[in-house]
């Protein structure tokens, strides 16, 4: 079989199918990559050294609840992938019922040597994600999650009865949505940056993309969703190895060792405390990116230099808003109101002083909120007039 979409990679066909919907491109892009990860499972790889790279991931969009259309995103991605009938996750679940689910997932494939390979691979879709971690810092269940990522050969979890439940090569794919604030609800300040939280992607949108008053379903979109599932199911197929062209490998190379170097400078690519494990863990994400655009584009399993600068610059635009799923988790709630009115005077561009106050006063006196705009000002995030009382963003 061959694939229906013809001169479009799956990723392309499926913006399309997605353009008239108020949810961020960003969204759906990751979406995306996040349903053909899915589709390989366990069965693509890349061997890096002494490592084997998996293509799974952990998406989280991030964005006011109701605003950004998050959930949506997510439902029309899942819709298709259901469509593959291959093994998903409930967004409530307990760190046992996960485990078992596992277990009970373990399947084969012959790889293209002829060896008859095992792996429980899944795929989580949960709206939520403080339902799928807890909300009440279920720390054993963070660690869980961040073990699974590395997608182990062999994963051994004693359960109560002493007795021990292997799961054999795990494979975990997480999509997942969650509101700003998940962090404070879900995390301890310290354990910001590392662990989990650097195994993910966080997608932040503030806004829908368009406003769309009378959503309707074209015949072409109908044709164009029965061609994303024919052909995610043919990447569903796809086994083997994935690697680098000779011309890819120089150019990641280089990029690689331009990274490091500056890293071991201080220079890293996000310049925030909290991302500095994510940075030293960004190859790997980049890597995974590549196995899934790579399938995206067709069935060859060799990684060309289009690919990689694709995947560089999808993730270089995701990283721009990044920081902000951290904002305000300092070490005091003047933390949290900075970083609220950092984002409603961006929006606004410029407002009256007292007038911003009517929108804080029930979370704030009024010293706090002067002195946070103090801090504001001091740090050049904004510009105040004395004389009009207007608080100007700068950007």
Same mark, same amino acid.
């Given at each position: 079989?061959?694939?229906?979409?013809?001169?479009?990679?799956?990723? !392309?066909?499926?913006?399309?199918?997605?353009?008239?919907?108020?949810?961020?491109?960003?969204?759906?892009?990751?979406?995306?990559?996040?349903?053909?990860?899915?589709?390989?499972?366990?069965?693509?790889?890349?061997?890096?050294?002494?490592?084997?790279?998996?293509?799974?991931?952990?998406?989280?969009?991030?964005?006011?609840?109701?605003?950004?259309?998050?959930?949506?995103?997510?439902?029309?991605?899942?819709?298709?992938?259901?469509?593959?009938?291959?093994?998903?996750?409930?967004?409530?679940?307990?760190?046992?019922?996960?485990?078992?689910?596992?277990?009970?997932?373990?399947?084969?494939?012959?790889?293209?040597?002829?060896?008859?390979?095992?792996?429980?691979?899944?795929?989580?879709?949960?709206?939520?994600?403080?339902?799928?971690?807890?909300?009440?810092?279920?720390?054993?269940?963070?660690?869980?999650?961040?073990?699974?990522?590395?997608?182990?050969?062999?994963?051994?979890?004693?359960?109560?009865?002493?007795?021990?439940?292997?799961?054999?090569?795990?494979?975990?794919?997480?999509?997942?949505?969650?509101?700003?604030?998940?962090?404070?609800?879900?995390?301890?300040?310290?354990?910001?940056?590392?662990?989990?939280?650097?195994?993910?992607?966080?997608?932040?949108?503030?806004?829908?993309a368009k406003h769309i008053a009378l959503p309707t379903i074209t015949k072409d979109?109908?044709?164009?969703?029965?061609?994303?599932?024919?052909?995610?199911?043919?990447?569903?197929?796809?086994?083997?190895?994935?690697?680098?062209?000779?011309?890819?490998?120089?150019?990641?190379?280089?990029?690689?060792? !331009?990274?490091?170097?500056?890293?071991?400078?201080?220079?890293?690519?996000?310049?925030?405390?909290?991302?500095?494990?994510?940075?030293?863990?960004?190859?790997?994400?980049?890597?995974?990116?590549?196995?899934?655009?790579?399938?995206?584009?067709?069935?060859?399993?060799?990684?060309?230099?289009?690919?990689?600068?694709?995947?560089?610059?999808?993730?270089?635009?995701?990283?721009?808003?990044?920081?902000?799923?951290?904002?305000?988790?300092?070490?005091? !709630?003047?933390?949290?109101?900075?970083?609220?009115?950092?984002?409603?005077?961006?929006?606004?561009?410029?407002?009256?002083? !007292?007038?911003?106050y009517k929108n804080f006063y029930k979370h704030c006196t009024w010293r706090e909120?002067?002195?946070?705009?103090?801090?504001?000002?001091?740090?050049?995030?904004?510009?105040?007039?004395?004389?009009?009382?207007?608080?100007?963003?700068?950007?």
């Open positions: 079989m061959s694939r229906i979409i013809k001169n479009a990679s799956w990723l !392309d066909a499926y913006l399309k199918y997605v353009d008239n919907t108020e949810s961020p491109t960003s969204y759906h892009v990751w979406t995306a990559l996040s349903c053909i990860a899915g589709a390989l499972q366990r069965k693509c790889y890349m061997t890096w050294g002494l490592e084997t790279i998996y293509p799974n991931m952990y998406v989280v969009l991030v964005g006011s609840a109701g605003r950004t259309r998050k959930s949506l995103a997510i439902n029309i991605g899942q819709n298709i992938f259901k469509e593959l009938d291959l093994v998903t996750v409930s967004e409530s679940i307990t760190p046992q019922a996960l485990i078992t689910k596992m277990v009970n997932a373990t399947t084969t494939y012959i790889d293209p040597q002829g060896l008859v390979r095992p792996h429980s691979s899944l795929t989580c879709f949960s709206k939520e994600l403080s339902t799928l971690l807890g909300a009440n810092q279920n720390f054993q269940y963070l660690a869980y999650m961040t073990d699974f990522w590395d997608s182990h050969d062999s994963w051994t979890y004693e359960t109560i009865k002493r007795s021990e439940d292997p799961i054999i090569g795990m494979c975990l794919n997480i999509l997942a949505a969650s509101a700003p604030d998940w962090m404070s609800s879900m995390l301890p300040v310290q354990a910001i940056g590392g662990g989990f939280t650097s195994r993910c992607i966080f997608v932040v949108e503030t806004n829908k979109q109908e044709h164009l969703k029965r061609a994303l599932v024919h052909d995610l199911k043919l990447i569903a197929l796809y086994q083997g190895e994935y690697s680098f062209t000779t011309e890819a490998s120089e150019i990641y190379k280089n990029w690689y060792l !331009d990274q490091s170097k500056n890293m071991d400078a201080g220079e890293y690519p996000i310049d925030d405390p909290n991302f500095r494990a994510y940075c030293e863990r960004r190859s790997t994400h980049l890597r995974k990116m590549c196995i899934a655009l790579q399938a995206s584009n067709g069935d060859s399993r060799q990684i060309t230099p289009e690919t990689w600068s694709q995947a560089l610059t999808i993730l270089e635009n995701t990283e721009k808003q990044m920081t902000d799923v951290f904002g305000g988790l300092g070490r005091s !709630d003047q933390g949290q109101l900075i970083y609220e009115m950092i984002q409603y005077i961006g929006k606004k561009g410029k407002i009256n002083r !007292d007038a911003m909120f002067n002195e946070a705009l103090d801090g504001m000002r001091a740090s050049g995030f904004v510009t105040y007039s004395l004389e009009t009382r207007t608080i100007t963003f700068n950007g």
